[in-house]
């Protein structure tokens, strides 16, 4: 096992030490009556049966046969209390290692999601931490007891005859070179297939999220071979162990079955001397296939100690990244914003030196109205996403109220924005949770805010009105009828800035034209940002800021840049007839 690995196994049960130790004492008690056992069995051969009596010094056969029993009923007793204690160690490590996670997930920001898949995570936060369980639940349960009976066992069978022991020990090293061997050989299969398992969960959590857009394709087929591929290779990957895992049994029983034909020789020719009793020898023997036991139980799961290990350093890999978390804790809070943003010369590429945005510059004043235009790519969306603190930009600076984005709190920053979506995310929680999103916002508040957004008619027709679950992602909803829910959602927040990347795009002309006096009359004190593609729509704005190329080439209200007979003239102009 690695240093680091070792490391972050040792950080990882480190609030379980009392446990561990309360584990290890129990082993220790189940371990005594294992080894106490055989003795009882060798009075009685020893003692009883060779001379034919069933009472000896006042203690019977019966009451022999009754401490075997009981030592076996207190034994499993110990044995059930460790494996339920070691099962909810492993539980409460395989909550915080997945509390860990989902809150690593949530805090890091869209740049490590942007690289990392979502199936990727999944893997994590579910396989990877059952990996770990796995681990506690059938290793550390057997562990401890494993390696003190095997001490235990050794040392009695010395105290019994230090020259059987010896000569017994010559196929340690036998033992030992093939099961380092095996070990190394099983290390590469695993963590090869802990590569390949993971290429196959994210591309069946993808398929199933795209499941929609692979049958409007006709692309089952295709998918369908792609799945085959990543389930052979899989599958290819594995193949080894069931070979490896095959010859360990069977190596391991004819070691141990020379052990006691080794034990069987020496003691019926009295070679070296070595001269025991009938009822010595069957203990020693006894002894013997005892000791193979935990050890047969150490090299089976090895499997899984190694794909714990493998699972521990994935988690580790991802939680010990702290560059790319979001601090939500310092920073300035925005307290009675006024809603005045500034771009002074910002630079910013998503991938080095691909700009997006070269040298924007713009002011936008409290209470402003203001659209983005320009062809899709030239940057519009982009500039909401830095508003929103998604992204750090390379040059320049961004103020909102003459506080550098970057010093805000970041909390304090998005709660102060609003954003809707084209394609809002709709949660498998109640249309009122949707609105809510976990806030404590009053019943009244929401009533207001679906009045503004006209949800009702679309809440109305519900079986359960706005207590209904919505499906996931909101699959049965039309794009309308989820934008009217992230409408909703907006006026229940009330930010004092909103952002809307053609918001209206698809609702009906009727319900955008209540919708659009709401915004008209919520927006009438609050600066609003809008990304349109429909022209028509922004005419009325105060301020319109056209982008090409990731620069701003022009700004001014509707009027003016119609008049300047420029750039977003011949786009409003396209625009106007191509509805003709």
């Not at 020693?284 to 193979?292: E, G, Q």
Request: hydrophobic fraction near 45%; charged fraction near 25%; include cysteine.
């Amino acid at each position: 096992m690695k240093t680091k690995t070792f490391n972050r196994f040792k950080e990882m049960i480190k609030p379980y030490k009392k446990t561990i130790i309360l584990v290890t004492m129990l082993a220790l008690v189940i371990d005594v009556c294992e080894l106490v056992k055989p003795v009882l069995v060798k009075e009685v051969m020893e003692k009883y049966l060779p001379n034919n009596t069933f009472v000896q010094n006042g203690v019977s056969i019966a009451m022999i046969f009754t401490a075997y029993l009981g030592l076996v009923i207190f034994g499993n007793i110990i044995d059930y209390l460790n494996r339920i204690i070691t099962s909810r160690m492993g539980e409460n490590v395989v909550y915080e290692l997945r509390r860990k996670l989902y809150k690593y997930v949530e805090r890091a920001n869209i740049s490590f999601h942007d690289k990392t898949p979502s199936g990727k995570l999944f893997v994590r936060v579910i396989n990877d931490t059952e990996d770990v369980y796995s681990l506690f639940d059938e290793v550390v349960t057997t562990l401890p007891k494993d390696i003190m009976i095997i001490i235990g066992l050794l040392s009695i069978m010395i105290y019994i005859s230090v020259k059987l022991s010896l000569i017994n020990l010559i196929i340690v090293p036998i033992l030992l070179i093939f099961t380092i061997t095996i070990t190394k050989a099983m290390n590469k299969i695993f963590a090869k297939s802990k590569e390949v398992r993971t290429v196959l969960n994210t591309f069946l959590a993808e398929s199933i999220y795209g499941i929609k857009l692979i049958k409007i394709f006709n692309r089952q087929k295709e998918k369908q071979e792609e799945c085959e591929k990543y389930t052979l290779e899989h599958k290819k990957s594995v193949k080894g162990l069931g070979i490896l895992f095959g010859i360990m049994p069977a190596v391991m029983e004819l070691i141990q079955n020379i052990g006691t034909m080794l034990i069987v020789l020496f003691c019926a020719n009295k070679w070296f001397g070595i001269i025991l009793d009938p009822s010595v020898i069957f203990l020693f023997i006894t002894y013997l296939n005892k000791i193979f036991e935990p050890i047969n139980r150490i090299v089976e799961n090895m499997e899984i100690v190694e794909d714990a290990m493998s699972s521990v350093d994935k988690i580790y890999e991802i939680i010990e990244h702290d560059e790319f978390l979001e601090d939500t804790k310092t920073g300035i809070k925005l307290e009675n914003i006024k809603g005045r943003i500034e771009f002074k010369n910002v630079w910013f590429a998503y991938e080095k030196d691909n700009w997006v945005l070269k040298d924007v510059s713009f002011t936008i004043e409290p209470g402003e109205s203001v659209a983005l235009v320009g062809k899709t790519g030239s940057g519009k969306t982009t500039i909401t996403n830095l508003i929103n603190r998604f992204y750090t930009i390379q040059k320049g600076q961004i103020l909102i109220d003459g506080i550098d984005i970057y010093d805000i709190n970041i909390k304090s920053l998005r709660e102060s924005i609003g954003t809707i979506l084209q394609d809002p995310f709709i949660f498998s929680k109640s249309i009122k949770d949707n609105i809510k999103l976990y806030s404590d916002i009053s019943d009244e508040t929401i009533e207001n805010a679906v009045n503004m957004a006209s949800t009702n008619d679309f809440i109305n027709s519900l079986n359960h009105g706005i207590e209904e679950i919505a499906p996931e992602r909101g699959s049965s909803y039309s794009a309308g009828q989820k934008q009217l829910i992230a409408f909703s959602r907006i006026f229940a927040k009330n930010p004092a800035i909103f952002v809307l990347d053609e918001a209206t795009a698809n609702i009906d002309t009727k319900t955008e034209g209540y919708i659009q006096k709401s915004i008209d009359k919520i927006s009438a004190d609050r600066t609003s940002i809008f990304i349109a593609h429909r022209l028509a729509t922004i005419v009325n704005v105060d301020k319109i800021l056209v982008l090409n190329k990731g620069k701003i080439i022009e700004q001014g209200n509707h009027k003016s840049l119609i008049e300047s007979d420029g750039y977003y003239a011949k786009l409003y102009n396209a625009y106007y007839n191509s509805l003709i």
